[in-house]
């Protein structure tokens, strides 16, 4: 008897042990600027994605620590393990080798062409888009049916190294169009003071992102506990509230 005993004291201090783990949890996070979903405002890390993942976190009662880099060190940080996570994130065989990923999006990013004013450029296939010139960021990922046209020659694209940049060329007239999340590129509008450009009505795709794990991390345990939270912060309620104080509707 006093053997069973031990051996359930045993058990309990186990689960006790793994609870208070899992309650300390510390996690190193990292986004990139992608206003509205994540940016820098005085000095502090905000955003849609922001405040849900610190609320998701919260209320797992993990303690995590936000981080701003660029796109392409973050990839290469979530592949070798220096940090935890990372959003958002396309799905794509080339990241599912090194991350893990929630099966709940964290948000689906509409992809849309902006146009200058009275350029009246119609758009329903990437065939009507031949001849013209594309802003792009480096190392944005658009999709397939995108990445296919550019190789047969299409249309050409022009790479530049953020946003901000694309925009203040297309509003000059110097590329026939930038290729961007809908509400980032009217919030970089807003912002840059642009009034002659507009996005075109047909999306190029609607592609969900999502937040993902380092596998160096071994952190796949931790992707069923978030997944659980988003769809409670969804179906609750959280997310529009959250989605709701960044976008102007």
């Known amino acids: 008897m006093s053997q069973i005993i031990g051996n359930l004291i045993v058990i309990v201090c186990s689960m006790l042990l793994s609870m208070t783990a899992q309650a300390t949890e510390k996690l190193t996070c990292a986004t990139n600027e992608f206003a509205p979903f994540g940016f820098t405002e005085n000095d502090t890390l905000t955003g849609i994605e922001v405040d849900l993942v610190q609320e998701i976190a919260h209320r797992l009662k993990f303690d995590i620590s936000l981080t701003m880099m660029p796109w392409k060190r973050m990839l290469q940080f979530m592949e070798d393990g220096t940090i935890d996570c ?35 450029i ?6 009507d888009l031949k001849g013209l010139t594309v802003g792009l960021v480096r190392g944005f990922k658009t999709n397939e049916a995108f990445d296919a046209a550019v190789s047969k020659g299409v249309f050409r694209v022009d790479e530049v190294n953020n946003f901000d940049q694309n925009f203040k060329k297309l509003s000059a007239g110097r590329v ?28 190029l795709s609607a592609t969900p992102a999502y937040l993902t794990f380092s596998k160096k991390r071994q952190h796949a345990d931790l992707v069923s506990l978030f997944d659980i939270e988003l769809k409670k912060a969804s179906s609750d309620g959280t997310y529009r509230k959250i989605f709701e104080k960044y976008i102007q509707n």
């Open 122 to 127: 119609k758009f329903e296939t990437l065939e």
């Open 86 to 120: 990372m959003f958002a994130a396309f799905k794509t065989p080339e990241r599912e080798v090194y991350m893990d990923y929630t099966s709940v999006p964290i948000h689906i990013s509409s992809l849309v062409f902006f146009e200058k004013d009275g350029s009246h």
């Open 176 to 203: 026939d169009l930038v290729l961007v999340n809908r509400h980032v590129g009217g919030r970089i509008l807003k912002k840059l003071g642009i009034t002659n450009v507009h996005p075109l009505p047909v999306p």
